[in-house]
């Protein structure tokens, strides 16, 4: 047996927003609600700003590789043989 349980917690909000850009997110995000425009709108904001804090890291921070690509394809080679 499987039990899932989720707690959403909603929060009611007041907003002046202009009735432009609230239309325009509408039909750009097909929500079919103010709501469900907000919610599309606030998650890809959310997202936007992890993934420009994620390159923020990696420009103060680089990758480093352990291998060279080379020496990957060496070491595929030889586990697949």
């Given at each position: 047996?499987?039990?899932?349980?989720?707690?959403?917690?909603?929060?009611?909000?007041?907003?002046?927003?202009?009735?432009?850009?609230?239309?325009?997110?509408?039909?750009?995000?097909?929500?079919?609600?103010?709501?469900?425009?907000?919610?599309?709108?606030?998650?890809?904001?959310?997202?936007?700003?992890?993934?420009?804090?994620?390159?923020?890291?990696?420009?103060?921070?680089?990758?480093?590789?352990?291998?060279?690509?080379?020496?990957?394809?060496?070491?595929?080679?030889?586990?697949?043989v």
């Amino acid at each position: 047996m499987c039990l899932l349980i989720t707690n959403y917690f909603h929060m009611k909000v007041t907003a002046i927003i202009p009735d432009e850009l609230i239309n325009e997110a509408k039909v750009l995000s097909h929500a079919r609600s103010i709501t469900e425009t907000m919610i599309i709108a606030l998650n890809s904001y959310v997202a936007f700003e992890k993934l420009k804090a994620m390159g923020n890291s990696i420009n103060t921070s680089p990758l480093q590789f352990k291998y060279m690509a080379e020496e990957i394809r060496e070491l595929n080679r030889s586990v697949f043989v």
